[in-house]
């Protein structure tokens, strides 16, 4: 991927991140979230077969790109602010909460 806030294999890369990177970034890591969930709802429909790994480590694992590429946001926005960062944070921003 070329938008570093699409890889969250290692350390956030702070210095490759722009303004122009969030938007996308944020409607594709929404999307594949929704999906996921989708997916895992169809695939846990015989509830006698939920459990913890089934359901919350799942859950974890699907919004662990989400979460830590929004954490990387709002750090920048909080010690590196401008107005770019700022218009893409707040467009952002809804799509996060709705999810």
Same mark, same amino acid.
């Given at each position: 991927?070329?938008?570093?806030?699409?890889?969250?294999?290692?350390?956030?890369?702070?210095?490759?991140?722009?303004?122009?990177?969030?938007?996308?970034?944020?409607?594709?890591?929404?999307?594949?979230?929704?999906?996921?969930?989708?997916?895992?709802?169809?695939?846990?429909?015989?509830?006698?077969?939920?459990?913890?790994?089934?359901?919350?480590?799942?859950?974890?694992?699907?919004?662990?790109?989400?979460?830590?590429?929004?954490?990387? *946001?709002?750090?920048?926005?909080? *010690?590196?602010?401008?107005?770019?960062?700022?218009?893409?944070?707040?467009?952002?921003?809804?799509?996060?909460?709705?999810?």
């Amino acid at each position: 991927a070329n938008n570093p806030l699409l890889r969250h294999e290692h350390l956030p890369e702070f210095r490759a991140i722009g303004a122009e990177h969030v938007v996308p970034a944020v409607k594709k890591l929404v999307e594949d979230l929704e999906t996921g969930v989708g997916t895992l709802e169809t695939n846990i429909q015989d509830v006698s077969k939920v459990n913890w790994p089934t359901l919350v480590e799942a859950l974890e694992r699907l919004s662990f790109p989400l979460e830590f590429a929004w954490g990387v *946001v709002g750090h920048l926005n909080g *010690v590196k602010n401008n107005d770019a960062l700022r218009k893409a944070y707040e467009e952002s921003q809804p799509l996060v909460v709705q999810i």
